[in-house]
């Protein structure tokens, strides 16, 4: 029994020491910096599906031309990433991009597509 004690004791004692070097003070005040890259939201205003059409590639062309890439995460076709057109290229993002998801398609490279009906 006694044993168990001094064992328990031991383990307890160390518990304590790892907990007191595990946290040093002032290091929970610290600022959590804000990742860059992070989206940020653009105004969207109401478009019908066509409208939405064309000012989406007429943007496109536009950014395109401008810095020889997509408006995409890797610049390649893809889900559009609205704060890059928006508002340099577009006044608003198309309000109805959450259902219809609008992409830059692959072929015919650069041409606006939808991955859903609206």
Not at 31 to 53: D, I, K, L
Not at 76 to 97: A, H, Q, R, S, T
Request: net charge negative; with cysteine; aromatic share 12%.
């Amino acid at each position: 029994m006694q044993r168990y004690r001094v064992i328990l004791a031991f383990l307890l004692l160390a518990l304590l020491l790892l907990t007191a070097f595990a946290c040093k003070p002032g290091e929970g005040s610290r600022a959590t910096p804000t990742p860059t890259g992070t989206p940020q939201p653009v105004p969207t205003v109401a478009m019908s599906c066509e409208e939405a059409w064309d000012a989406t590639q007429a943007a496109l062309d536009a950014y395109h031309a401008k810095y020889g890439n997509w408006p995409t995460a890797d610049g390649k076709p893809g889900d559009i990433v609205w704060p890059k057109l928006v508002p340099e290229f577009m006044e608003y993002g198309p309000g109805n991009d959450n259902k219809c998801d609008w992409w830059v398609e692959s072929d015919p490279e650069g041409q606006v597509c939808r991955c859903y009906e609206c």
